[in-house]
């Protein structure tokens, strides 16, 4: 039986579990509001992790990341879990068995893969070779958009964050029918019409080492011709893996998409169930490498604008911190869609998308996009 989301209905005068104040921007399955989330974070802390243990429990994750003090322990994200024998992972992907890890590996993966037809609605499609005149002829096999050739759209059934408003919430059933699948079966995944291969989820944190040899495989096997390596994520991973990615990406054209969910560490928590500190350290360790290829841009930035929480301050914030390290990084603004815990906010308005963006070029941006236009609502 499948799980459905609750709350499939726009939410009308929702009053904050915290000030009692009654207000049409707050959703059920979180049910504060963004005054309270970052001015009286320790008091709603509490309600913020009984939220997200309950959206987790029907799918039969941890509330919280195991820390069992003499657990087996994973170091592949920033969840950093410890598990005593029979525990399962945050990610749901490995438990320990008798002392050791098993699960998901470099060579096993819960992951599944589709052929999208170039160009795509790619977060970094009006800056990257797949949809723009960008890095041609090296990267690229178009001085335009790539018709003719397609993206590998390779779906990582796991996640590092536990975002209330997932837009791809559906793997959270999908994986636990899902088989395991190697490197190599991936790899070969990879035909004469693919141009770039994109790893996106979920999130392909808690599942680097399987794309990583899946990428290498695939870049093996086809020497001598285009094939870029891309990431959307979370940037949650460890460190060291997240420069193998860069490396790839760096050297094959592709590129790297970090989802910057808010600025605010308190709304961070809130919303995603994790802080954002290891995000932005990646980010800007990514962003080292900038200067080594600038042209298709390697590092690219996106914000989902959720209603009543990811404003124009939380937009600010992050567009103040990519401008430091480069105004010119792309920084795409997408339109959120209600979905999952948050099926009963509105979609992003226009107005909203608007003066995001101005908030954003405010801060010294140059290249600063609104994305999803077609789900860009009126109302709110």
């Not at 090296?138 to 990582?156: C, H, I, K, T």
């Not at 991936?186 to 994109?198: D, F, K, P, S």
């Not at 301050?313 to 105004?327: K, L, R, S, T, Y």
């Not at 906010?345 to 998308?353: C, I, K, M, V, Y």
């Amino acid at each position: 039986m499948r799980i459905q989301p609750p709350f499939s209905t726009v939410a009308q005068d929702t009053t904050c579990a915290h000030c009692r104040r009654r207000s049409r921007l707050i959703s059920r399955g979180l049910g504060l509001c963004l005054d309270c989330i970052r001015g009286d974070f320790e008091a709603v802390l509490p309600h913020i992790e009984k939220a997200h243990s309950q959206a987790r429990a029907p799918f039969h994750l941890p509330g919280q990341p195991p820390q069992d003090e003499t657990g087996a322990a994973c170091r592949l994200c920033v969840n950093e879990c410890q598990m005593a024998p029979g525990q399962k992972s945050y990610c749901g992907l490995r438990t320990n068995e008798g002392g050791k890890l098993m699960g998901a590996s470099a060579d096993r993966g819960r992951v599944s893969w589709y052929y999208d037809p170039l160009p795509t609605n790619c977060v970094a499609d009006w800056v990257c070779p797949a949809g723009s005149d960008a890095g041609y002829p090296r990267f690229s096999y178009s001085s335009g958009p790539e018709y003719g050739y397609r993206n590998l759209a390779v779906f990582y059934q796991a996640c590092s964050f536990d975002c209330l408003f997932c837009q791809n919430w559906h793997f959270r059933y999908d994986a636990t029918r899902a088989g395991w699948v190697s490197a190599a079966s991936l790899a070969r995944a990879v035909n004469q019409r693919t141009a770039c291969i994109c790893y996106f989820g979920g999130d392909p944190s808690p599942q680097m080492p399987h794309a990583l040899r899946a990428s290498r495989l695939a870049l093996e096997h086809n020497q001598g011709r285009i094939l870029r390596i891309c990431w959307e994520t979370n940037g949650s991973m460890h460190p060291s893996l997240l420069r193998q990615a860069v490396e790839l990406s760096l050297k094959s054209g592709g590129c790297i998409k970090f989802d910057l969910k808010a600025w605010n560490p308190r709304l961070h928590r809130a919303l995603c169930g994790m802080g954002n500190e290891r995000t932005l350290e990646n980010f800007r360790l990514a962003a080292q490498y900038l200067s080594q290829r600038p042209d298709p841009p390697l590092v690219v930035a996106s914000t989902l604008l959720v209603p009543g929480y990811v404003d124009e301050e939380e937009v600010a914030g992050i567009a103040a911190f990519i401008a430091q390290i480069d105004p010119d990084i792309p920084y795409a603004l997408l339109a959120f869609h209600p979905h999952f815990y948050m099926a009963d906010l509105p979609p992003t308005s226009r107005r909203h998308a608007v003066e995001a963006q101005k908030a954003a070029l405010a801060q010294g941006l140059r290249r600063v996009r609104i994305g999803n236009l077609h789900l860009l609502g009126d109302a709110y």
